[in-house]
């Protein structure tokens, strides 16, 4: 198993920018292919960006391409998701998620860990 951990959310204004950190912990973090989601209250969870498991494969939702970063630091087991040029609709709790397998996904329920989310509010 994995557990995963969230942190860098916060309040901040409409185009700023935050980063958001997932420390993971127990098998080798280099074995999972990772993901972020958000979910905005009364909707569903949604799919924001992946990343395999060597970092050369990349996708990101259409709603955030060229403002969200996703990076990753094998060394140090964290996924990264670089937020810039926030929107109010960019407002949800964050979720980071691990999948067993190299590749990248794009839907929540091929994912096998999550982590307890990181909630992101931007004002306008």
């Known amino acids: 198993q994995v557990q995963l951990v969230e942190s860098g959310g916060g309040l901040v204004q409409a185009g700023g920018s935050l980063r958001l950190s997932c420390a993971a912990s127990?098998?080798?973090?280099?074995?999972?292919?990772m993901g972020w989601f958000r979910q905005a209250p009364e909707r569903e969870r949604e799919f924001v960006a992946t990343?395999?498991?060597?970092?050369?494969?990349?996708y990101y939702a259409d709603s955030v391409k060229g403002r969200f970063t996703i990076s990753r630091g094998n060394a140090n087991n964290t996924v990264y998701l670089q937020m810039n040029s926030l929107r109010p609709e960019d407002t949800a709790v964050y979720y980071c998620?691990?999948?067993?397998?190299?590749?990248?996904?794009?839907?929540?329920?091929?994912?096998?860990?999550w982590g307890q989310g990181t909630q992101v509010t931007v004002s306008s």
């Open positions: 998620a691990a999948r067993e397998g190299a590749a990248t996904a794009t839907m929540s329920w091929m994912y096998n860990y």
């Open positions: 127990g098998r080798t973090f280099s074995s999972y292919a």
């Open positions: 990343i395999n498991r060597s970092g050369g494969a990349i």
